[in-house]
Every structure is written in C-alpha cells, then in structure tokens.
C-alpha cells in the first residue's frame, strides 16, 4: 500500500516541513556526488555510531566524542534515494497538517526531540552496532503519532498496486498508520529475538519516535481561543 495523499485540511503553509525535506534532499545530492571516501567519512562522523558511545568515549575507529551531536545530525542523512523519497513523502503527506496544529518553531523543537528520542532507544537496544544509523525515519514516526491522535478518523488515499492497476482506496488514518506501527513493532522484536538476522533498517528507532511522539504531541500544541458573547 503506497500513501498518495491525506483529506485533512491545512490552513498555514508548512514551512519547517518543506524546509526539512529541501535540507534532507540537497544533503544527500552534496553526498552522491561526493567521493566514496569523503561520503562515507561524512555518514561516519555524523550518523550516530552507537559503539562510539558505548565504549566510554574511547574515539573508537577514530571518533572522537562529539557532545551527542549525532544524534541529531544523522536525522538528516539518507543512504539511498529510495530511504530519501520514503522519508520525504511521509513527511509531505502528514507532515504539514502537524506542523499546522503546532505553529512552526513549536514543530521544529517537536520534530528534532521525537528524533533524538528515536535515536537514543536505537542505541538502547543496540549499543555495539558498528555501522551508522541514519535516516529522518524516527523523527517522522513521531510525527506520525501525533497525526494518529490529532487526525484519526481523516482519510488517506492509499494505491493498492495490484497488477500495476489504478486502484486507489481511502482507509481511515488510524487504520493506515495503525497498520505502519503493527509493522514496525514486528519488525523490532524480530530483530531483537533472532539476533543473527542482518538488519538494515532501526526498527527500534522507529518505535521510539513513535512512542516519542505520543507523549510529547499535546504539549506542543497551539492553544485555541474561543470569544465569549
């Protein structure tokens, strides 16, 4: 099932969304370009490498002790185009109906907070992981979260690629994302019971944005006024 588009209706233009998914994507195109070394350097140095801070701060393979500044810069790195386009797209379609709940600066503290919270749980659960985790997945999970609880009952268009056929469908938000976190919880207890299986994706990362996203969306919420007569 692909996302195509939302029902709910935004008043304000959603700058920090569009602004997000313009850094994210002008990042990664610095990179492509860039020299294998010098890009793999770079996914080293500000993707969160959870051994590095596992290991009393040790400059593992190197790496020196940055201040935590991973955990929020990796939100902004992507290792494929297609890791690039699913984040971007989510963002896109629920992004700007959060954002428009919660003002801009208020989205932007929301959106960096739910990904260092994804980000932090990832190392939790696993601390010697050698590779870079990366991605803006678990800031947008969170994002998710509070479009689940602030907009349940609105639709979302899905595609339902069956034969390549134009069937398109409209489920209800809690059900489409409900199904997303099904997914995601199944994915990380998988991974977390069968600890020899190859794992690509911070499954973890995701369910602590998620989970981020639940607790924290009603305090970033603008607060409406009603007039009295």
Known sequence: MIPIR?????????????????????????MYFMP????????????????????????????PFDGYLSFVTNL??????????????FMWIFGDNVE??????????FYLLCGVLATYL??????????????????????????????????VVIWVPILFLPIVIHVPAIAFLGV???????????????????????WWAHLGGFLAGWVLYRFFLIKKTTQEK
């Not at 209706?9 to 994210?24: G, N, R």
């Not at 601390?127 to 979260?145: M, N, Y």
């Open 6 to 30: 939302d029902t709910a209706p935004c008043e304000s233009t959603p700058i920090v969304t569009w602004s997000i998914m313009a850094l994210c994507t002008l990042i990664f195109i610095s």
């Open 76 to 89: 902004f790195l992507h290792a494929t185009w297609w890791h690039l386009l699913m984040n971007i797209w």
């Open 122 to 155: 990832q190392w939790v659960f696993d601390p010697t992981l050698t590779i870079p985790v990366i991605g803006a997945s678990g800031a947008i999970a969170g994002v998710l979260a509070a479009y689940f609880f602030l907009y349940p009952l609105e639709r």
């Open 36 to 63: 294998m070394s010098d890009s793999t350097r770079l996914m080293t140095l500000y993707g969160m490498v959870p051994i590095r801070y596992t290991h009393g701060w040790l400059g593992i393979q190197g790496l």
């Open 100 to 109: 428009d709940r919660m003002g801009h600066w208020r989205f932007l503290i």
């Open 180 to 202: 997303w976190i099904i997914l995601q919880l199944h994915n990380a207890t998988t991974a977390l019971v069968f600890k020899n299986t190859p794992i690509d994706v911070a």
